[in-house]
């Protein structure tokens, strides 16, 4: 097959497998949705029938995602040489727009996740809490994982994970850290005045190192490439 052929084949197979992993991920909503009523502390569940429903249907969804994902190949030209690096920029690009969204996604979590923490403060914790609790903390360490590389393709590794992209980031991460530590700081201070506010805040400076580290990644990523 032509450059352009296989160029095109491939991102037919990788628009399939984006929409599939779009349904795993929609399913794991489900799943953990369903999940979370069986939770103890809130008398309120879903009919044994609707539970079943969303367990199973949401077991369904991520099996068909994940059967989609793995019958999905990349031809074998397409994953080496000249192909593989023009593929590899393009996915640096989009990798890029997802390190610029990552603390616009991580503040429209928080207000949820917040309003979830004094909730639970009062004492009934409902079980939409601790759903939603569950999903920042699970979206929190996939943004992590992101940032630090992980889950690169073989093929996409000699251009998205060299030295370059190492030292980026390392730097990147580490402004993460520093802000991190430094918010937990002082929430071990403000913990002997308040302890409410102190909770109320440990998912902002946890949210606060994520999207330190994703906008210097971003920024030092569009700086590599402007050089």
């Not at 994940?66 to 030209?77: A, Q």
Request: glycine letters at 12%; aromatic letters at 6%; proline letters at 4%.
């Amino acid at each position: 097959m032509a450059e352009d052929e296989i160029l095109a084949l491939a991102r037919r197979v990788d628009l399939r497998r984006k929409v599939a992993l779009m349904a795993v991920l929609l399913g794991m909503v489900a799943v953990g949705a369903g999940l979370s009523q069986f939770s103890p502390g809130d008398p309120e569940r879903f009919p044994p029938r609707v539970l079943e429903a969303v367990l199973g249907g949401g077991g369904l969804v991520i099996l068909i995602g994940v059967v989609t994902m793995l019958v999905s190949r990349t031809p074998i030209e397409a994953r080496s040489g000249r192909i593989a690096m023009i593929r590899a920029e393009g996915m640096r690009a989009k990798r890029n727009v997802a390190f610029m969204l990552m603390p616009l996604s991580l503040g429209l979590m928080l207000m949820g996740v917040i309003q979830a923490l004094n909730r639970a403060n009062g004492g009934n914790v409902e079980h939409i809490q601790i759903f939603v609790i569950c999903a920042f903390i699970f979206f929190l360490v996939t943004f992590v994982a992101i940032l630090s590389g992980r889950g690169l393709d073989r093929w996409a590794r000699p251009v998205l994970d060299d030295e370059l992209s190492r030292q980026i980031r390392g730097r990147a991460l580490g402004l993460g850290y520093l802000v991190m530590a430094l918010g937990l700081a002082g929430l071990v201070a403000s913990s002997l005045f308040n302890q409410t506010l102190t909770i109320d805040l440990i998912p902002v400076v946890a949210a606060l190192g994520v999207a330190s580290a994703s906008l210097r990644l971003f920024w030092l990523e569009r700086a590599a490439g402007g050089e």
